[in-house]
C-alpha cells in the first residue's frame, strides 16, 4: 500500500468509506463463515426484559445472524440492513422482517422499538446522527446493545492470523474497533452504560480459514498481497490442524449495554 493510501486510510472515518456497498463482493462468505455469538451474550442483552413483548431494530443487520439468534428467544426483529445482495441472502425467520435503511436513517417511526442493537457494525456508522436516529427510535427506558466480536490475541493461533489480516489489510483501522465506542462514552443521550465479555469459537477447516478472512471487506480478493495471504494462512493452518483438519479462532465477544436517559 502506498504512503498516500495509508494517510487516507488514517485520516478518514470508517463511516466515509462506502459501508453500504463494501459488503457486496462478500456476501457468500459472509454466509458461510461469519462467526455467531455465544448464547450467554445475547441472553445478557435481552436480561430483564419480556422476550416476547420486545421489539428490537437491529441495525446493520448483515445476513441476519443476530437477528435470528435474537428472534430465537422470541423477540420480534426489525433488521436494518442497506446492502441488498446481504438482505437478499438472509435466512428467514418468522420473526425477522428485513427493511432498507441505515443507523443514521432507518425509516422507523418515533418510540418504535425498546431494543436497538449492533452487532458488528456500529463502527461503520456516522456516530453523532446515528446515536440522535438510536435514541428517536427506543420508547421510554429503551436498551441500546453494541456488540462486537474481537479475535482473542491471547490465543496463539488467533493472534497469528490477526496478524496476517492485519499485513493484507495494510494494518486498515477498522482492525481498532475499540476506539469506536468512544462517541456512546461522551453521549448525553444515554445513560449507565455497562460492559460485558463472553468467550466464542470458531472451528473451521482450511476453506473455512480462507473464507473467514475473505468476508472481511477490507481483505484484498486478488493480486499479490492476496496470494501472499493465502500462502500464510495455508502454513498457518497445517502448523496448526488437529487430527480432524479444524483449527479455532477464539474471541472476546464484548457486549455494551445502555439506557436512554
Known amino acids: 500500500m502506498s504512503e498516500q493510501n495509508t494517510s487516507y486510510l488514517d485520516t478518514t472515518p470508517l463511516y466515509a468509506m462506502n459501508p453500504v456497498d463494501r459488503f457486496s463482493d462478500r456476501v457468500g462468505d459472509y454466509v458461510k463463515y461469519r462467526p455467531s455469538y455465544p448464547q450467554a451474550a445475547i441472553e445478557r442483552v435481552l436480561e430483564g426484559l419480556s422476550p416476547s ?69 456500529f463502527h461503520w456508522f456516522d456516530p453523532e446522527p446515528t446515536l440522535l436516529e438510536f435514541r428517536r427510535i427506543l420508547s421510554e427506558n429503551g436498551r441500546l446493545a453494541v456488540v462486537w466480536n474481537e479475535r482473542d490475541r491471547h490465543d ?17 483501522p477498522a482492525e481498532q474497533r475499540r476506539m469506536a465506542i468512544e462517541p456512546l462514552l461522551r453521549s448525553s443521550l444515554f445513560a449507565d452504560l455497562q460492559q460485558y465479555r463472553f468467550t466464542y469459537q470458531q472451528p473451521l477447516d482450511f476453506d473455512g480459514v480462507v473464507g473467514r ?15 501472499r495471504l493465502i500462502a500464510d494462512l495455508r502454513q498457518l493452518y497445517a502448523n496448526n490442524r488437529n487430527d480432524d483438519g479444524f483449527v479455532t479462532l477464539v474471541y472476546t465477544t464484548s457486549v455494551f449495554l445502555t439506557q436512554t436517559r
Open 156 to 172: 496463539e493461533f488467533t493472534a497469528e492470523y490477526t496478524h496476517l489480516i492485519k499485513v493484507a489489510s495494510g494494518y486498515h
Open 213 to 227: 478472512a475473505m468476508s472481511t471487506s477490507y481483505i484484498p480478493r486478488a493480486g499479490a498481497a492476496y496470494e
Open 53 to 121: 413483548q420486545t421489539i428490537a431494530a437491529d441495525i446493520g443487520a448483515g445476513t441476519g445472524i443476530a437477528a435470528r439468534l435474537l428472534a430465537e428467544k422470541g423477540v420480534r426483529v426489525i433488521a436494518i440492513e442497506p446492502n441488498a445482495p446481504m438482505r437478499q441472502a438472509a435466512a428467514p425467520h418468522a420473526l425477522v422482517e428485513f427493511r432498507d435503511g441505515t443507523a443514521e436513517t432507518t425509516g422507523l417511526a418515533d418510540a418504535a422499538v425498546n431494543l436497538v442493537t449492533c452487532f458488528q457494525s
